[in-house]
């Protein structure tokens, strides 16, 4: 069974950085790509960024580029999202989802983990 | 960047009903390359469609997805209470992928 267990949410005052992690199991992590996907509260979705099989190819949204990074570790099944010059408006569930394939580009996602909570306030 | 507006807002139904739920794009959706989400109060989204009309593994035929070019449906053949929840569209066929509004599924 493919499962994708994020961690590393929590409450980070404006301007500081939090890092994410998403634990893979369950399938061959460096056959696809990966992405992040969150959601603010009582809001909808929205891509914030993926990645690649071997990291080649990766791609943000403009509303976190410049300020995330992702990045992933074949050997060890995770996927990682570094945020820095966190605002207000990056608060939300932060989701790491499988793609379908070795490329980032014509991603549908499948599955999604439950997701891990970023609260930026002061 | 390609905006997706779902409509209705809201859709008010009784079990055994039939759903439809539309997803229209502001530029045409290449090789219709559009998906369909189920997520329930709580939970994550899951897959239901892609490629505007497979159906994900595991997910029951009373799930249809139809449409090409800038106008997409999901119909919901006949609602089983397990069906209430929101549906989000995705488009990845051009870069960024994009999310609509959402529609939610409610018990009338």
């Known amino acids: 069974e493919v499962q994708l267990v994020e961690s590393g949410g929590g ?6 950085s939090l890092r994410l992690s998403c634990a893979a199991s369950g399938f061959t992590f460096d056959d696809y790509a990966m992405h992040w996907v969150r959601q603010a509260p009582g809001k909808g979705l929205e891509w914030v960024s993926g990645i690649s099989w071997n990291s080649g190819s990766i791609g943000y949204a403009d509303s976190v580029k410049g300020r995330f990074t992702i990045s992933r570790d074949n050997a060890k099944n995770s996927l990682y999202l570094q945020m820095n010059s966190l605002r207000a408006e990056d608060t939300a569930l932060y989701y790491c989802a499988k793609g379908p394939a070795a490329i980032v580009i014509g991603s549908w996602f499948d599955p999604w983990g439950q997701g891990t909570l970023v609260t930026v306030s002061s | 960047e390609i905006v997706l507006t779902q409509s209705p807002g809201t859709l008010s139904l009784s079990p055994g009903e039939r759903a439809t739920l539309s997803c229209r794009a502001s530029q045409s959706v290449s090789s219709s ?6 997520q329930k109060p709580g939970q994550a989204p899951r897959l239901l469609i892609y490629g505007a009309s497979s159906r994900a593994t595991g997910i029951p035929d009373r799930f249809s997805g139809s449409g090409s070019g800038t106008d997409f449906t999901l119909t919901i053949s006949r609602l089983e209470p ?18 609509g509004q959402g529609t939610k599924v409610e018990i009338k």
């Open chain 1, 11 to 16: 409450l980070v005052q404006p301007g500081r």
């Open chain 2, 82 to 99: 397990e069906d209430f929840a929101v549906y989000y569209c995705q488009q990845y066929g051009s870069s960024p992928t994009t999310f």
């Open chain 2, 33 to 38: 390359y559009l998906a369909w989400y189920q």
